[in-house]
C-alpha cells in the first residue's frame, strides 16, 4: 500500500505522507485507515452514497479517522484527488 502511494506522488509529497498528527499516527496511517471504507463506499458497497465533493470527503474523514477528530488536509486532499 505505501509503495503505491509513493510511485503515485513525487518526493514532496511522500515527504507530507509521513508528517507526524498524533499520538504516532502519520498522515500515511490515516490513509491506509480509512482507505478500505473509503473503496467500498466509491464503489456503491455501502449505504452511503459516493462522495462528490471535498466536503463530504473532509466529513467522512473526520467521522471515521480513529481517535483524532480534527480536519487533516492532507488526508482530505488525498481522497479527493482520487475522485477527481
Known amino acids: 500500500m505505501y509503495q503505491k502511494l ?3 506522488n513525487n518526493m514532496k509529497n511522500s515527504n507530507k505522507l509521513e508528517k507526524h498528527i498524533w499520538e504516532g499516527w502519520r498522515v500515511i496511517d490515516f490513509i491506509e485507515d480509512l482507505e478500505p471504507l ?3 463506499i466509491m ?5 452511503t452514497k459516493p462522495f ?4 463530504e470527503i473532509k ?3 473526520i467521522t471515521f ?4 477528530k480534527k480536519y487533516i488536509k492532507e488526508v482530505v ?8
Do not use: E, M, V
Open 6 to 8: 509513493i510511485n503515485k
Open 65 to 68: 479517522q480513529p481517535g483524532y
Open 59 to 61: 466529513q467522512f474523514c
Open 77 to 84: 486532499d488525498y481522497f479527493y484527488n482520487l475522485i477527481k
Open 38 to 40: 473509503f473503496n467500498q
Open 52 to 55: 462528490k465533493t471535498r466536503d
Open 43 to 47: 464503489s456503491g458497497q455501502a449505504i
